[in-house]
């Protein structure tokens, strides 16, 4: 007979409150469950997200990061900062008498709020501001990175539950339907990279070079590069 044991401040994720548990069959069944709700959230990624999990497209990956990072963002509530002389000091270190001319408030929000370039720029005009935010984005990426990859990982599982027999890989594609694949991909990602600010993502001048490559390459070799 198993031996009865009280689980006591099993600590449910790195951001969340310690859970009570009554016991191992107790938590056993809160971990099926929520392994049913991953492969449910998995099947809808499924059904509903064009590509999903091999690929994406910018749109939806876009938007299920923001989602990611609303999640990040409630776990991770945003500091309030006292500028005093370029340097930003968190409120709650100082000291009540302390004279502050400027507070900030610095979350997720705030430093995802900037350009890829205008966050770069920071670097030149306020370093200590971007250290801080950067920090925030490393973190919040991370995080959504393997929110992404847990979904995934769901996704397949239910891929397998679906079709048991498809256990091959699938064929490689030849090389002219590959790069087709590709080109489609890099048209997507230079609409996302200008929407984000990217002043070297051209969109006309990617579309003169796609061109200039399918000619090339059907002259050459005589297989079309459909996309």
């Not at 059904?47 to 091999?54: M, S």
């Not at 339907?177 to 001048?205: H, I, N, Q, W, Y």
């Not at 796609?210 to 996309?227: L, N, Q």
Request: hydrophobic residues 40%; proline residues 3%; positive net charge.
């Amino acid at each position: 007979m198993a031996k009865k044991t009280t689980v006591a401040a099993v600590v449910a994720s790195t951001f969340s409150a310690p859970v009570e548990y009554k016991s191992y069959r107790d938590f056993g069944y809160s971990v099926a469950g929520k392994s049913d709700a991953v492969r449910a959230d998995g099947a809808w990624a499924l059904d509903n997200i064009k590509g999903f999990p091999d690929d994406i497209e910018s749109e939806a990956k876009s938007e299920l990061y923001e989602g990611f990072r609303q999640r990040y963002a409630e776990r991770n509530p945003e500091v309030e900062y006292a500028v005093i002389d370029g340097n930003y000091l968190p409120v709650s270190q100082l000291s009540p008498d302390a004279k502050v001319m400027e507070r900030l408030n610095i979350g997720v929000i705030h430093a995802f709020s900037y350009t890829q370039q205008a966050f770069g720029a920071l670097k030149e005009t306020d370093l200590q501001k971007y250290e801080l935010l950067k920090d925030i984005r490393t973190k919040a990426s991370k995080y959504c990175f393997n929110c992404l990859a847990d979904l995934k990982a769901a996704a397949r599982k239910v891929q397998k539950q679906r079709n048991p027999e498809s256990t091959t890989r699938a064929a490689t594609d030849a090389f002219n339907v590959a790069a087709a694949k590709m080109l489609s991909k890099m048209k997507e990602r230079v609409k996302s990279a200008a929407a984000r600010g990217d002043v070297s993502a051209d969109a006309k001048a990617l579309d003169a070079a796609i061109i200039a490559f399918k000619v090339k390459y059907e002259t050459a070799t005589g297989y079309t590069v459909a996309e």
